[in-house]
Nanobody, 115 residues
């Protein structure tokens, strides 16, 4: 059973930066898709960013130009670099991995953007 552990969340002021990490308990090389989602209080979970095995990326409209997703297959880790953070980026951020025939979620890491 693959496990994903997110880290790097915290409190940051508007305009600041954070880098989230998602460490997998096994190789992510075979994960054909890895994603970051977020869920704010009272809102539905939304897709933030995704990256394929080939390194192709896609972003939610609200974070384009500010967030960057990357993966390090040797470290079995996916990253989310978040710049120019806004108050509305406050949410719990979840990592998701899709393997052939299965998928797994992390437990989430809290990001709070506040002055």
């Amino acid at each position: 059973q693959v496990q994903l552990v997110e880290s790097g969340g915290g409190l940051v002021q508007p305009g600041g930066s954070l880098k989230l990490s998602c460490a997998a308990s096994t190789s992510i090389f075979s994960a054909n898709l890895m994603r970051w989602y977020r869920q704010a209080p009272g809102k539905v979970r939304e897709l933030v960013a995704e990256i394929t095995t080939a390194g192709n990326t896609n972003y939610g409209d609200s974070v384009k130009g500010r967030f960057t997703v990357s993966r390090d297959n040797e470290k079995n880790t996916v990253y989310l670099q978040m710049n120019s953070l806004k108050i509305e980026d406050t949410a719990v951020y979840y990592c998701y991995a899709r393997y052939s025939g299965s998928y797994v979620w992390g437990q989430g890491t809290q990001v709070i953007v506040s002055s």
